[in-house]
Structure formats: C-alpha cells, structure tokens
C-alpha cells in the first residue's frame, strides 16, 4: 500500500482531526480476507465494550467499568491538490465504536487502517440503507456472515466522495450469478443489481 501521512491533531475535548492528502475515492483498495478481519475486530471490540457497559450498570464498582467508551468523536478532512477540501464527522455512536477498534488494531494515522475504518463504515452503511443487499448477508450465533461477492466488492470498488459506496456501482458488481456459500442458499441472478426472491 503506498505510503500517504495522515495528520492527526487532538482538540482539549478529546475529538481528533485527521488529514489526508487524498479524496475518499482515492483511497486504495484492501484484500477481501482484511476486511473481513477488519470486521470481526469491530465485531468482538463493540462486544466487550458492551460486556464492560453492562456489568458496569449491575455492579457500579466494576473495575473495567472507565473502559466502557465508544471512541473519541472524530473530523476526516480530506485535502487533495487543486481540489476543494471534504470534512466528514465520524460522530455516531456505533460508528465511532467501529472505528475506535480499527484505530486500536491498525491506526487510523495510516492509510491502511484509514482505508479498513471507511470501507468497513461504508459496508455496514450500505447493508442499513440497501434493502436489496439482504440476501447477501445472514445472521448466526457468531454474527453476521457476510457473501464472499459483498465482501470483495467492498474491499476494492471505490468510495464516493461522501465515503460511501453508490448504489448503482454496487448493483453492476454483484448482478452477476453469484457462487454460494456453505451458510446460504445458491443466490439467484441480481437483474439490475435487485434480488429477486
């Protein structure tokens, strides 16, 4: 991954700013397998906070009880050359809580950790807002099992400027005949990106 500073700078609150010398469509791709590492450290990082959270709530003198925080609020300010500057706030609870674990295991001060955070955030957005891509994810004892297809086209296809993935990319990608995995049933054919179950 090639090597890009990213300025980091903590307010008296506790928020951080960091810099990028970069667009968020700019940012490069990742391999499927780390971002899927990506999301189970998210995954098992939320869950203690909030095995932290609730003892704290039964037992007021839990010891971990100070450990039970979500992440700092965050301000990206992207600023590529000859181009005008993109801040986006990683303010969100669940959000700042993702993007703390990636923070903790990668640094968001590199691009590699930077580019997991957004394209996980990105993912987990997509999955809310898309209703079509319910076939493409199933829920288990361990959590959410993510399609193989879903989880390359969100480890390599571009963000948008907003640091999201647009909906039309994604139908193209994942129109295609999709292979199954050993959790799912065969998919069927995404005309138009669209499920047709």
């Excluded at 700078?9 to 490069?28: I, K």
């Excluded at 999301?39 to 100070?66: F, G, K, M, N, Y």
């Excluded at 674990?101 to 997991?116: C, K, R």
Aim: aromatic share 6%; charged share 20%; hydrophobic share 45%.
């Amino acid at each position: 991954m090639p090597t890009t500073t990213i300025r980091v700078a903590r307010a008296p609150d506790g928020a951080l700013t960091y810099a990028l010398p970069l667009a968020p469509p700019e940012l490069p791709p990742v391999t499927p397998r780390a971002l899927q590492n990506a999301w189970d450290t998210a995954r098992d990082s939320v869950r203690q906070a909030e095995r932290r959270r609730h003892h704290a709530v039964l037992d007021p003198i839990w010891p971990d009880a100070s450990a039970s925080r979500f992440g700092p609020p965050r301000l990206l300010l992207f600023q590529p050359a000859g181009a005008e500057p993109t801040r986006l706030a990683i303010a969100d609870r669940d959000a700042s809580a993702w993007a703390d674990a990636i923070d903790s295991a990668h640094g968001l001060d590199s691009l590699q950790g930077m580019t997991l955070c957004l394209r996980l955030l990105a993912l987990v957005d997509a999955m809310s807002r898309l209703k079509w891509l319910v076939p493409m994810f199933s829920f288990s004892g361990g959590g959410i099992q993510l399609h193989p297809a879903l989880l390359a086209a969100a480890a390599t296809m571009s963000l948008d400027a907003g640091a999201r993935f647009d909906e039309g990319g994604l139908q193209r990608i994942l129109s295609r005949p999709l292979p199954s995995t050993p959790n799912q049933p065969e998919p069927n054919r995404l005309p138009g990106g669209r499920p047709t179950a």
